[in-house]
């Protein structure tokens, strides 16, 4: 039990967190601004939460600050995905852009959004970065690595884009999804994770501590996680299985006015955008 118990419930803490997200951001628009200003909250919450156990070493304080960071990145994901922190581009890229104008039009219209991930990172740094409970800050950066990596695997070419998670209001992320056997990155991305999720579980096993234990196997279920998230990547599994209770009216949502955002430009694009 001292390594089953935190291992599910990191695993139950992604998957019911990444399902709430699904669900949320395809209500209609109308609703978004409760659910970014319950998020916000929650943001506020999980940042006092991290500061409150940062000098706490016992195992409820080891569980709470871990809690934090991941709902302190379910923060980010949610703000992206409902459209409410973006980029300065608003448009998607028309057929044949590639190379780095293509990247750098990706980078525009997700640029507000990398700027909130490092100024949470940042103020999550200040408040535990030096304490002795700092998991929560741990368990973000991994969920920032995870992030990173699996997003560019996608804008180099997989075979699994999972199109299917994009909300419709966010179809301009589509333009940035490649679909392809393989790409470079990837073999590097695999390893790099699953070398992270072995150092981790080794630190899980060498710990004498029973809170030491509990956060290392945290954390190294959220690198297994990680090595799981970029194999189904490349895998034909039916991975919105997983979440198939948040995503019952995804087709619904998609056909209807509600689903389109005002932050977006949905006109087809038949002429190259300047850079």
């Known amino acids: 039990m001292a390594y089953a118990l935190p291992i599910a419930y990191a695993l139950f803490l992604w998957w019911f967190a990444t399902g709430l997200i699904f669900f949320l ?31 706490d070493t016992s195992l ?49 219209v997700n640029l507000w959004h990398e700027i909130a991930i490092v100024a949470v990172a940042l103020a999550i740094w200040g408040l535990c970065g030096k304490a002795v409970n700092n998991w929560g800050l741990w368990a973000y950066i991994l969920l920032w690595a995870m992030h990173l990596s699996a997003r560019l695997n996608v804008f180099l070419g997989v075979r699994n884009v999972s199109e299917e998670f994009v909300p419709a209001h966010m179809a301009v992320l589509r333009s940035f ?7 470079l990155l990837f073999p590097f991305s695999v390893t790099a994770a699953s070398i992270g999720a072995v150092l981790l579980f080794q630190e899980a096993f060498s710990a004498t501590a029973g809170e030491d234990r509990a956060g290392w196997s945290l954390l190294a279920a959220l690198a297994a996680l990680a090595l799981f998230e970029h194999w189904m990547l490349m895998l034909p599994l039916p991975v919105e299985k997983l979440w198939k209770w948040s995503l019952p009216h995804r087709r619904d949502a998609a056909k209807s006015r509600n689903s389109i955002s005002p932050r977006f430009d949905y006109t087809p694009l038949k002429t190259p955008l300047s850079p």
């Not at 409820?60 to 581009?89: D, I, K, N």
């Not at 999804?177 to 790409?183: A, E, I, R, Y």
Request: hydrophobic share 45%; aromatic share 14%; glycine share 12%.
């Open 25 to 55: 951001d395809q209500l209609p628009v109308r609703t978004f601004k409760w659910s970014m200003a319950g998020g916000t909250a929650l943001l506020a919450a999980s940042l006092w939460v991290i500061w409150a156990a940062s000098d």
């Open 177 to 183: 999804l490649t679909v392809k056997p393989m790409n």
């Open 60 to 108: 409820f304080a080891v569980y709470a600050s871990f809690t934090g960071g991941v709902l302190a990145w379910g923060w980010q994901e949610l703000s992206l995905y409902t459209g409410y922190v973006t980029g300065p581009r608003k448009q998607s890229c028309p057929a044949g852009c590639s190379g780095w104008r293509h990247f750098g039009h990706a980078l525009g």
